[in-house]
């Protein structure tokens, strides 16, 4: 990576708000909105996608303790948003006296979108219709100034989002029915509060138990997006808007893949890792989490002895996408073929990914660690606040990843003129 001005350092971002949020434990009642489902629509409901999965599957099926809040674990537990079908997300737009909407409502809602529907619908295979809406399609201002919520940072534990989410339903209750959606974005004008060079508010309350209830249903994942997540690299335009696939993901039930270090864990494997900079898609365990993958997709390597794998780049539609190799009932390695195609415009070294994924390791504690083919080699990329180091982390022919303890041997062998690759997973 090439150096970037000290005022450009990306700071580490905040975890994501999630479970049974004391910042938001009130119930609200309105009354019904005035909107209408739009053709071709499917009603809203909660719940994430069922788990595409065979019997084989089993000993993959990992899960965290009862004490973790967001788990890698599979299938994701209830409460969170659905990932596959029509999801219709409300958009709101929202200012306040003392920082009030920077230009057109709309053009705060340009920024974001048709992006993200678009990033949703190639990372999903088309599996996920993201429908946003925008019912109310001016500046919704709220009764309070910006300043009165005393929001500082993007947590939780910020009392100032209670009274926010409250003014918030109040004010769109008359043109909003919440019943008709899956998950409400609230895109905040920029200038209120500081840039996100210095401090990250946006932030995500996912799977909330005790989540403010308007029209009779709970608001109970909603992603909030702050400032301009500008890097100073001249490429806002074109990746400003991947903030928001990264805090829909949680809505969705997938947690921050990085630490308070940084993205040192999952580099830009994950858009759950790093949102920053050049775009980059999901991990297939994410894929298969979501329900994007089917049971014939993904192969689950619990058995003693070798066996061969022919794995399509993941980007692609079809072909065996993941290879689980579970170690107990919390963790296992996952391969998959990472290429630079569909969203993965910033894989530099092309190969097989291998990484661990720990369903006991909470949201924002790293529960996906990669593993470097090649370690300090300073990565192959030079795009801006991209983790370099974990750029080039793919495997490639005649390269083995070894855990000697535990008797897993992964080998990538041939890659074919369709750009799959084999490899072969041995364990005592």
Same mark, same amino acid.
């Given at each position: 990576?090439?150096?970037? +001005? ?23 009642? $309105? ?68 920082? +009030?909407?920077?230009?057109? %409502? ?9 992006? $993200? %529907? ?176 089917? +049971? ?29 190799? +579970? ?11 990472? $290429? ?85 997973? $041995?364990?005592?």
């Amino acid at each position: 990576m090439q150096p970037q +001005p000290p005022s450009r350092r990306i700071r580490p971002r905040r975890l994501a708000a999630i479970g049974t949020v004391t910042a938001l434990t009130l119930a609200l009642s $309105t009354s019904a909105g005035t909107g209408r489902l739009a053709p071709g629509t499917s009603t809203a409901g909660p719940g994430p996608a069922a788990l595409s999965r065979s019997s084989a599957h089993g000993p993959c099926m990992i899960s965290g303790g009862s004490e973790i809040q967001m788990s890698e674990g599979v299938p994701t537990s209830a409460g969170y948003a659905r990932s596959t079908g029509t999801v219709r997300a409300l958009t709101l737009m929202i200012d306040f006296s003392d920082a +009030p909407g920077e230009g057109k %409502a709309l053009d705060r809602y340009a920024e974001f979108f048709p992006q $993200t %529907a678009k990033w949703f619908r190639t990372s999903s295979y088309g599996r996920l219709d993201y429908r946003p809406e925008t019912p109310i399609r001016s500046w919704l201002r709220m009764p309070k100034s910006f300043a009165e919520y005393g929001i500082e940072r993007g947590a939780p534990f910020e009392p100032g989002y209670r009274k926010m989410v409250q003014d918030m339903v109040a004010a769109a209750d008359a043109k909003v029915d919440f019943r008709e959606y899956d998950l409400v974005n609230v895109l905040v004008t920029p200038n209120a509060g500081p840039s996100a060079l210095d401090t990250v508010l946006s932030v995500t309350f996912a799977g909330n138990k005790e989540a403010p209830v308007a029209d009779g249903v709970p608001v109970a994942n909603a992603s909030f997006v702050y400032s301009r997540q500008d890097d100073g690299s001249g490429s806002y335009g074109e990746t400003g808007y991947r903030v928001l696939p990264h805090e829909n993901g949680h809505v969705f039930g997938l947690p921050d893949l990085y630490t308070q270090e940084g993205g040192g864990a999952a580099g830009h494997w994950d858009i759950m890792s790093e949102d920053w900079g050049a775009n980059n898609d999901l991990l297939g365990w994410h894929k298969w989490k979501l329900g994007w993958l089917d +049971p014939s997709q993904v192969h689950c390597a619990s058995a003693p002895g070798a066996t061969e794998y022919t794995l399509t780049p993941l980007a692609r539609k079809g072909g065996d996408k993941l290879v689980v190799v +579970p170690l107990d009932g919390r963790t296992g390695y996952a391969v998959e073929l990472r $290429t630079r195609e569909g969203n993965d415009e910033t894989v530099c070294r092309p190969g097989v990914l291998i990484y661990r994924v720990d369903a006991d390791v909470d949201t924002g504690m790293g529960p996906v660690r990669v593993y470097d083919s090649q370690r300090d080699s300073g990565g192959c990329t030079r795009s801006a606040n991209v983790h370099a180091e974990l750029s080039d982390a793919a495997f490639r022919p005649g390269e083995t990843f070894k855990d000697p303890r535990r008797g897993i041997t992964i080998a990538v062998s041939a890659t074919d003129g369709n750009g799959e690759q084999q490899v072969r997973i $041995t364990r005592r």
